[in-house]
């Protein structure tokens, strides 16, 4: 099946710096991504939608200076955290829609849990 | 924007029992509604899903039905076991962007 990796799995920071999180669809391209962010025992939120060679469409609320998002190949998209605070500290989960697949389909990587200091 | 709506927040239920989750969402044009079940700390994993040709489907122990005139839709898990225990997600889609939009969730407790 399409696997989707996330790297880091886990990444302790200090206030103010910044932190790159990668997702990669390892056997199947994407030509687009989902960001989401979910706290503790709450719901997956949909932040942006990554889409290869073009820029990252927003839900409303969420602050693409602060969330910079590049989709750089039909394999790899990047969410940037930057002058990260603590109240940033999150589960950042992405998914991947194959092209291939059903045009509904999602496939999700395991997560990065962020903790801002 | 699509607002789903996930009942109850948790839920917990005999080893053997029935589960049923509910969601409602609030975009008519939603037209693909997925299930999830998210282990702590680890990703969502699709457990079914249904698109709005369908009103009912089936896999082995698990079922989703759907109302369009009502807009909601649910999932049902017959003969609970312990390994169902976890966190289900609702989600509603638009083919449009197909963008995901989750409920709130249920943690769901089977007691052996």
């Known amino acids: 099946g399409a696997v989707v990796s996330q790297h880091p799995s886990r990444v302790i920071c200090k206030s103010g710096t910044s932190v790159k999180i990668e997702c990669r669809s390892l056997d199947f391209q994407a030509t687009t991504m989902f960001w989401y962010r979910q706290f503790p025992k709450k719901s997956l939120m949909l932040m942006a939608t990554s889409n290869e060679g073009s820029k990252a469409t927003y839900e409303q609320g969420v602050e693409k200076d602060k969330f910079l998002i590049n989709h750089a190949s039909l394999t790899l998209s990047t969410l940037t955290v930057t002058s990260a605070h603590p109240e940033d500290s999150s589960f950042y989960i992405c998914s991947a829609r194959a092209e291939s697949s059903s045009y509904n389909e999602q496939f999700f990587g395991p997560g990065t849990r962020l903790t801002v200091l | ?112």
């Open chain 2, 1 to 112: 924007g699509e607002n789903v709506e996930q009942h109850p927040s948790t839920l917990s239920v005999q080893e053997g029992d029935s589960a049923v989750i509910k969601c409602t969402y609030s975009d008519s044009a939603s037209n693909y509604f997925p299930w999830y079940k998210q282990e702590l700390g680890k990703r969502p994993q699709l457990i079914i899903d249904i698109r709005s040709n369908v009103g009912e489907k089936k896999d082995q122990r698990i079922a989703v039905t759907l109302n369009k005139t009502a807009k909601h839709f649910s999932l049902h898990i017959t003969e609970t076991q312990p390994e169902d225990s976890a966190v289900y997600f609702c989600a509603a889609s638009l083919n449009t962007g197909n963008q995901f939009y989750f409920g709130t969730g249920t943690s769901l407790t089977v007691i052996p």
